[in-house]
């Protein structure tokens, strides 16, 4: 917590030596603030602190004199900044928290601490160059962004019956991975941030296991770029289907062990249960989706309702939950993990019968020419086409050359695919206007919508529930601010 | 024109509408734990449109681009120099469309007083629809198309901004995404006004998610909300000038020299367009 101010007390001066030469400039900046025509004519300068009221800068280790002196004032109402560089607020979320005690009576978050325009990025860049960016922001379910994308282009392309078989069944293994990837990375933060840190350990255990098998099939951890408009950017090496399968069974014997840590442990339920509550009609209005939703009970999933990549000839069952709270979402998130594997294990056996099937559209004009290669050091060059178009065809060579640099051009339009990512809908706002590069890409990310919900979800409660409530909607602040 | 989108091997088939009644809506009660086995009837109807509608062959020009790197004056000793392209988007469609497309177009006509007003134009492209919606009608329009028993569009997936500078006189343009979950439809709609006077009616009172997609759209494009409840900037800090998301927003960059040479901001630089 980085500052806690006492909204009632009258007084500004009072600035901790702490912020020394701080406490000097926004001085400053008040004297600026008076004369109203400096401050229009300085675009980056700021009006005076806003904080009314007694401050107090908290860096830990001195609770026991901030307690007396805040008793000694006799006032219980005081706003707590909480963030957003605080270990339980999932990055670099701010909530701004107004308590009465330790009830939370009023709660904001302030967001944008992480925006690093992405969307304006991607208009400088090509179509296929827009993967690169797009996977960058929601970073643990980086496969989804890429999904989403990538399908709003084909739309647009109108190249979506054209994709070949294998390329939708790798994305929806890849997605389907990632959903447990993402999923062990909420319920090992969520866990860590009420106590449990053994499920944080072994949470963080089981998706190293998945990491290792998308470096393996993309060569990256993270931030692959591997879901391309028109299929995926290479076919899987020749031991990446025994390396799934190996870590399936791993996953078979290990999933288990979060049930027994958690499901019953009264105080893991002490904290969870009825905490968070958001029932379907605040859901539906605030625009909520994921498993949020689904712990209301309904069943509202878009590979089963809207299905993309095919996943309406897969064999799974979408998970709910009655309680409407942070332990019910809790629980369908390890129901769905348990709901991946089943999707991954009929891609793997998929897999085996379409050894050597393509990977990319059939059009030379939108497929990424070259297979890479993967070699000692990683995904390198593609030595057949580099011979190829180097010493056999120059035609081969310039339309290598100008698919690379210019990239193809889309049709001009717009178009909307979302997909089910582990916290929503996650859908691309995809507009071209006939370029080569993106003439606007907006994502509607899960996590920036469902943080909404915060207010609601923790006005009332203590302010220990507010980090459980938090955690239950597992924003992920890289899609949040984009 | 496009092809309907099928949602694999489930067949089309035309939603009987009148069926559905208020307490049947399955969106009004939460399903008990147990019972959540996915419906195998519902299919995704936002992806299944019968016949596309014979459209006009009008298409909408927006702008019309000679050459290949949009360089001007200069020698360009490319060859490329004489193309000229005209940039079309998607021609507006005429009833009837086909499929529950028909079905929803018809249902607003009959809430609306003067259709031609509230709807300027109906786009399908690519198996989506899009509805083009005045603005002064805006707030009535979505509180109908929510509350409707026959429409149910009760879910805003979000408002995302668009600038369109070569559209002169509706530069502006502001994207609805709806979902009827009730059906399993999905609609666009979209409002688009001058850059001069960037104001439209908020969607808040309706749909609440719509809160923070609103301040993002008014923080990266300028677009006024009115009647939101705090429309403050949402990404950037609050005291920055501009709009970055419009496509006229000075692009800083870095112009490096390099032996008298500079190397110029992203959109000032020569590119394919």
């Not at chain 2, 032996?259 to 110029?264: E, L, P, R, S």
């Amino acid at each position: 917590m980085s500052s806690i101010a006492d909204t009632h007390s009258a007084t500004d001066a009072a600035e901790p030596d702490a912020r020394g030469s701080d406490a000097a400039e926004s001085n400053a900046r008040g004297s600026d603030a008076a004369q109203p025509d400096a401050r229009g004519t300085d675009a980056y300068g700021v009006a005076a602190d806003a904080a009314e009221g007694h401050v107090y800068t908290v860096t830990g280790q001195d609770w026991d004199s901030i307690a007396a002196e805040q008793a000694e004032r006799g006032d219980e109402r005081i706003v707590v900044n909480m963030g957003p560089q605080h270990p339980s607020t999932h990055g670099v979320l701010r909530l701004i928290l107004e308590m009465e005690g330790e009830s939370v009576t009023e709660a904001r978050a302030g967001i944008g601490y992480l925006h690093t325009g992405i969307e304006k990025n991607m208009e400088y860049r090509s179509w296929t160059q827009g993967v690169t960016f797009c996977t960058r922001m929601d970073y643990l379910s980086p496969l989804f962004n890429e999904a989403t994308y990538s399908l709003g282009v084909e739309r647009l392309l109108d190249i979506e019956d054209q994709i070949p078989e294998k390329a939708s069944v790798i994305r929806v293994m890849m997605m389907e991975l990632n959903r447990i990837s993402s999923h062990l990375v909420c319920i090992a933060t969520g866990g860590m941030e009420i106590g449990a840190l053994t499920v944080m350990t072994i949470g963080f255990r089981e998706r190293e296991k998945i990491l290792d098998a998308f470096e393996l099939i993309t060569g990256l951890r993270m931030n692959h770029a591997y879901i391309r408009p028109g299929g995926v950017a290479q076919d899987l090496p020749d031991n990446a289907l025994e390396h799934v399968r190996d870590l399936v069974v791993w996953m078979r014997k290990h999933l288990p062990e979060y049930a027994a840590f958690s499901n019953e442990n009264p105080i893991f339920k002490g904290r969870l249960v009825g905490v968070g509550h958001l029932d379907l009609a605040g859901c539906l209005a605030l625009g909520v989706t994921g498993p949020p939703l689904r712990s209301t009970g309904y069943d509202w999933d878009l590979r089963k309702k809207q299905p993309y990549c095919g996943y309406e000839t897969y064999d799974f069952d979408v998970q709910t939950w009655d309680s409407m709270d942070a332990y019910g979402r809790f629980r369908i998130r390890l129901n769905e993990m348990w709901e991946s594997l089943k999707i991954v294990e009929q891609c793997v056996s998929r897999l085996e019968k379409l050894k050597g099937a393509p990977i990319m559209v059939a059009d030379k004009k939108i497929a990424w020419p070259a297979q890479l290669a993967i070699g000692s050091d990683g995904m390198g060059n593609s030595h057949e086409h580099i011979k190829h178009i180097m010493g056999e065809s120059m035609e081969s060579l310039i339309h290598h050359f100008k698919l690379v640099t210019e990239g193809f051009r889309v049709p001009p339009g717009q178009a909307y695919v979302p997909v089910e990512s582990p916290r929503g809908e996650l859908g691309a706002h995809v507009v071209s206007d006939g370029g080569t590069r993106p003439f606007r890409a907006h994502f509607r990310d899960p996590s920036f919508t469902n943080l909404q919900a915060l207010p609601v979800m923790c006005e009332g409660s203590m302010v220990s529930d507010v980090v459980v409530a938090v955690a239950s909607l597992d924003p992920v602040m890289g899609g949040v601010d984009r | 024109m496009s092809e309907p989108r099928q949602g694999g091997a489930m067949p089309p088939s035309s939603p009987d509408l009148h069926k559905e009644s208020d307490a049947e809506a399955p969106v009004t009660g939460a399903v008990p734990e147990g019972e959540s086995q996915p419906d195998a009837e519902t299919r995704p109807e936002s992806l299944v449109g019968s016949d596309p509608a014979v459209s006009s062959d009008e298409t909408e020009v927006i702008e019309v681009r000679r050459g290949m790197f949009g360089v001007r004056g200069t020698g360009d000793t490319s060859g490329y120099g004489g193309l000229s392209r005209s940039i079309e988007f998607p021609a507006p469609s005429a009833p009837p469309f086909g499929g529950w497309w028909d079905s929803v177009y018809d249902r607003v006509g009959e809430l609306v007083p003067s259709y031609s007003d509230v709807i300027t134009k109906v786009v399908i492209h690519r198996g989506e629809i899009t509805f083009h919606v005045a603005r002064q009608h805006l707030t009535t329009l979505v509180r109908h198309l929510r509350d409707d028993a026959q429409l149910r569009f009760e879910f805003c997936s979000g408002v995302s901004g668009v600038h369109y500078p070569a559209d002169r006189g509706a530069e502006l343009h502001a994207v609805y995404h709806l979902q009827s979950m009730t059906y399993n439809r999905r609609i666009r709609l979209e409002v688009s006004v001058p850059e001069s006077d960037p104001h439209l009616p908020s969607v808040v009172p309706t749909y609440p998610t719509a809160d923070w997609h609103e301040r993002e759209t008014f923080d990266m494009f300028g677009i006024v909300f009115d009647g939101h409840p705090a429309l403050t900037r949402m990404m950037m800090p609050d005291d920055w000038p501009g709009h970055p998301q419009r496509k006229d927003y000075p692009l800083g960059g870095i112009p490096v020299e390099y032996k008298g040479a500079t190397i110029a901001p992203p959109d000032q630089r020569r590119s394919y367009n």
